[in-house]
T-cell receptor, first 113, second 112 residues
Framework: DAGVIQSPRHEVTEMGQEVTLRCKPISGHNSLFWYRQTMMRGLELLIY????????DSGMPEDRFSAKMPNASFSTLKIQPSEPRDSAVYFC???????????FGEGSWLTVV | KQEVTQIPAALSVPEGENLVLNCSFT??????LQWFRQDPGKGLTSLLLIQSSQREQTSGRLNASLDKSSGRSTLYIAASQPGDSATYLC???????????FGTGTRLKVLA
């Protein structure tokens, strides 16, 4: 299995630009998570989908952030407009059943200048 | 609000030493607990998962224990090797919500 696939791996963008991060979960997994990792705050859960439906988005920092899961094999996390404080590593993860072993992608390293 | 703490934040040991990493959580109403390894520039890899009804899990040189009542878990690494150098994170899954709450990790360095 290819694992959780994220793109892009690295992105540098200017403040105010729109950023779209993409994720393909492991086939057959029905739970998908978006996390953000920074040195100051560690790993923070942004949003959690189950069967393509957003279950908990309480971690989404503000309205500039949005996430979609149009089908079982694809999800996006969008930041519009981006700000320097959004610079972080964004991880997508999936699990077969919510609460079971969770598998992470390699992350998308975002720098907003 | 569930809080997960890992102490120490960093640890340096000589090769061959047995070591213990600690994880504590404030709310015992958890569904399970997982230990992860993260190498620099990489994602997290799940090492062990302990269900709330279990006391421990073993995989090779790794043994993880869980004491729900005291809100503690330990990860025991036997005969450490330089290849074990990484950051180790624990995460608890909240009952009813299945949200994973992560600790801040212990950065381990095993010296050759």
């Amino acid at each position: 299995d290819a694992g959780v696939i994220q793109s892009p791996r690295h992105e540098v963008t200017e403040m105010g630009q729109e950023v779209t991060l993409r994720c393909k979960p492991i086939s057959g997994h029905n739970s998908l998570f978006w996390y953000r990792q920074t040195m100051m705050r560690g790993l923070e859960l942004l949003i959690y989908f189950n069967n393509n439906v957003p279950i908990d988005d309480s971690g989404m920092p503000e309205d500039r952030f949005s996430a979609k899961m149009p089908n079982a094999s694809f999800s996006t996390l969008k930041i519009q407009p981006s700000e320097p404080r959004d610079s972080a590593v964004y991880f997508c993860a999936s699990s077969f059943v919510a609460g079971n072993t969770i598998y992470f992608g390699e992350g998308s390293w975002l720098t907003v200048v | 609000k569930q809080e997960v703490t890992q102490i120490p934040a960093a640890l340096s040991v000589p090769e061959g030493e047995n070591l213990v990493l600690n994880c504590s959580f404030t709310d015992s109403a958890i569904y399970n607990l997982q230990w992860f390894r993260q190498d620099p520039g990489k994602g997290l890899t799940s090492l062990l998962l302990i269900q709330s009804s279990q006391r421990e899990q073993t995989s090779g040189r790794l043994n993880a224990s869980l004491d729900k009542s005291s809100g503690r878990s330990t990860l025991y690494i036997a005969a450490s090797q330089p290849g074990d150098s990484a950051t180790y994170l624990c995460a608890v899954t909240l009952s009813g919500t299945y949200k994973y709450i992560f600790g801040t990790g212990t950065r381990l360095k095993v010296l050759a």
